[in-house]
């Protein structure tokens, strides 16, 4: 039996979070979500649990009466802003699995994407999941409630990592493809040969708001070997031997933190958002923190 992405109660967890945008796209409805009353050119949905802070007037009173529990009615209003996943699928997200209980980046971020399109389904959101690497691979819309979450999954935990991270075609790619701007969250290790800066930015420029979600495994940022190492890309399987003691490492760690703040700026300078999301960090935690205060969830 394969162990599902998100467990049962972290998911009615997740229920009380939104997915936030800044922007408002000419003749979409922007910076809000769905309404929860009904009211003309408003179609009811799904529902979902009730939260505290909640509008009593949206609960379903006869759900109640029959359940004993809570759940508020949602209504979909058109039209939404379109958000989509960028799900990095590069052979170097599956750094950071050796060691028991250790999880791989590429695990985290599929983690991470199905949380966050749990939470946009709840919310009555379309979310379009789409995996890249050196390009954009087939990609998967999902749509109509909690009820669709399931497909979702199932799209996450069939994709398989490989190939190198280019992120200049993948983000002509994506312009090509999805030429009518939105909320684009990039879940990725932001590792290329090639400078991932001008691509971001160039996404930018097309008018779709970046979050972008920086994931690292701690030897990514602080790696613990000592001595004459050799090190092979895990991309391009490129070879390099290198002598590495204390120094050599607190020089890439700074060098790491840098990057990760240029990363960081690109996302800032144009009003979105950045989460530096270490994979030591249990999913559930990095949600409730980093994302919320990032303003990426509300």
């Known amino acids: 039996m394969v162990e599902p992405l998100i467990d049962t109660p972290t998911l009615e967890k997740l229920e009380r979070l939104t997915i936030h945008w800044e922007k408002s796209q000419r ?44 759940f508020l009615k949602m209504f979909q209003l058109e039209p939404r802003i379109p958000v989509r996943v960028m799900i ?78 280019a992120f200049l075609p ?15 969250m990039v879940i990725s290790d932001f590792l290329d040969d090639e400078d991932c800066e001008k691509p971001l930015q160039y996404l930018a420029d097309f008018g779709h708001e970046l979050v972008l979600l920086h994931v690292w495994c701690d030897e990514d940022r602080e790696p613990p070997w000592e001595g004459e190492l050799e090190l092979e890309d895990a991309e391009t399987g490129e070879r390099a031997e290198l002598a590495f003691d204390a120094e050599a490492r607190a020089r890439y760690t ?7 703040d240029r990363i960081e700026r690109v996302a800032m300078r144009n009003g979105g958002r950045y989460a530096g999301l270490p994979t030591s960090v249990p999913i559930e935690r990095a949600i409730f923190g980093p994302l919320v205060r990032s303003e990426a969830l509300q």
């Open 27 to 70: 003749g979409l409805v922007g910076g809000h979500q769905p309404t929860r009353f009904a009211g003309a050119g408003q179609e009811f949905l799904d529902h979902r649990h009730f939260t505290q802070g909640d509008d009593l007037r949206a609960i379903n009173w006869r759900a109640y009466l029959r359940l004993e529990k809570l």
């Open 88 to 165: 990095d699928v590069s052979q170097s997200m599956e750094n950071g699995s050796g060691g028991a209980g250790k999880i791989s980046k590429f695990d985290y971020a599929r983690k991470l994407a199905a949380a966050l399109c749990y939470i946009g389904l709840v919310r009555l959101d379309a979310i379009c999941l789409q995996p890249f690497g050196s390009k954009l691979f087939d990609s998967f819309i999902a749509s109509g409630g909690r009820h669709r979450f399931q497909r979702a999954s199932t799209f996450l935990s069939a994709l398989k990592s490989g190939g190198r991270t």
């Open 170 to 184: 993948a983000a002509r790619d994506f312009i090509s493809r999805f030429p009518q701007p939105g909320l684009l």
């Open 254 to 260: 700074k060098e790491f933190d840098e990057y990760a």
